[in-house]
């Protein structure tokens, strides 16, 4: 499954260190880690499937359950290499406000990186790389990571200051009446118990 993504705004997703007088950065290498894709596509499908963890752990993993799917690196189409260069890059100074008297604080001015990619887009694949476990089919998997990345709407941090604000869609398969049917189908079914999950990560 190919899933694109279309920038609204410029974003964020940190390194957690500094460097050359930034406060905040970003990995110039890899501005989006795979790991940052999958964690917000899990956390659509919970809000898309609030009563079935048993679903989650299937598509998205456990600990001791890996996930039978892997997330690719993301690429920019129509960019060298498919990555991003330095003019993409830009710092932004930003301060945090006293919440009493509305003003900014003193000592508390942050210099942080971003990445600027106006009505750019990027794509990463979503592949499966082991067996499903019994109990749902590859089309239902599918299914629920379409609607996952379809309801992915903010990417990194800084988003209450305009950052990161993103779209994105899905190929093979995209989001139809069908596969939110079988999303539906998914939610209206009972979860499976507990001792059933538990043997079966185990297993």
């Known amino acids: 499954m190919i899933v694109t993504i279309h920038f609204h705004a410029p974003f964020r997703i940190g390194t957690g260190a500094a ?31 609030p009563t079935r963890p048993d679903v ?66 990027a794509r990463f694949a979503v592949e499966r790389v082991d067996a499903l476990r019994p109990g749902l089919s590859e089309e239902q ?17 800084g988003r209450s200051r305009g950052l990161g604000w993103v779209t994105c869609t899905t190929e093979d398969p995209a989001v139809d009446e069908s596969v939110l049917a079988v999303l539906e189908a998914l939610l209206a079914q009972q979860p499976a118990s507990a001792a059933t999950t538990v043997r079966e990560a185990r297993s």
């Open 19 to 49: 460097r050359d007088g930034l406060g905040a950065t970003v990995d110039r290498d890899d501005p989006i880690p795979a790991t940052s894709l999958k964690g917000v596509m899990r956390a659509s499908a919970e809000r898309l499937l």
């Open 56 to 121: 989650l752990r299937a598509v998205f993993g456990a600990p001791r359950w890996p996930s039978p799917w892997h997330w690719g690196p993301v690429e920019f189409p129509g960019r060298p290499d498919g990555t991003l260069g330095p003019e993409s890059f830009a710092p932004r100074a930003r301060v945090q406000l006293d919440a009493r008297t509305g003003t900014a604080r003193r000592a508390h001015l942050v210099i942080g990186e971003e990445v600027n990619v106006p009505g750019a887009m």
């Open 141 to 157: 998997h599918l299914a629920v990571l379409a609607c996952a990345a379809a309801g992915v709407h903010e990417l990194g941090a």
